[in-house]
């Protein structure tokens, strides 16, 4: 009697033995395959930190550009507004002689 007792538990010892190495197994698996993802995803974060910098590259030359581009634009904004100063001047002072010379006839 002792020894069937002795033998059923060698029995389920043996099956949750074999029942742990599967289960071993398995999370090994589980363990490379997360271990696989999480390096592919790494390697995804650095690729699209890269897009990232090259975009904030793109659109500092692109505004370096356009500051370049405005700094001109303004210049010629004042020239002609300093152009335009200048003819209203003249304008002025051919509205004196006009004046002068209607007074003085």
């Given amino acids: 009697m002792i020894f069937i007792l002795f033998q059923k538990r060698a029995v389920k010892a043996e099956n949750s033995a074999t029942k ?3 289960e071993n197994a ?3 698996v ?3 395959n997360y271990k696989t993802e999480n390096e592919a ?11 990232v910098k090259q975009n904030a590259d793109l659109a500092l030359q692109n505004l ?3 500051i370049t581009n405005s700094r001109s634009s303004i210049k010629q904004l ?3 507004a300093e152009s335009l100063q ?3 001047d003249l304008l002025k002072s051919i509205d004196r002689i006009s004046e002068m010379s209607e007074e003085g006839q």
């Fill in 20 to 22: 742990l190495k599967q």
């Fill in 26 to 28: 398995l999370l090994q």
């Fill in 30 to 32: 589980q363990l490379k």
């Fill in 41 to 51: 995803l790494r390697s995804g974060q650095s690729a699209s930190l890269s897009v």
């Fill in 64 to 66: 370096l550009m356009v």
């Fill in 78 to 80: 004042v020239s002609g």
């Fill in 86 to 88: 200048l003819v209203a």
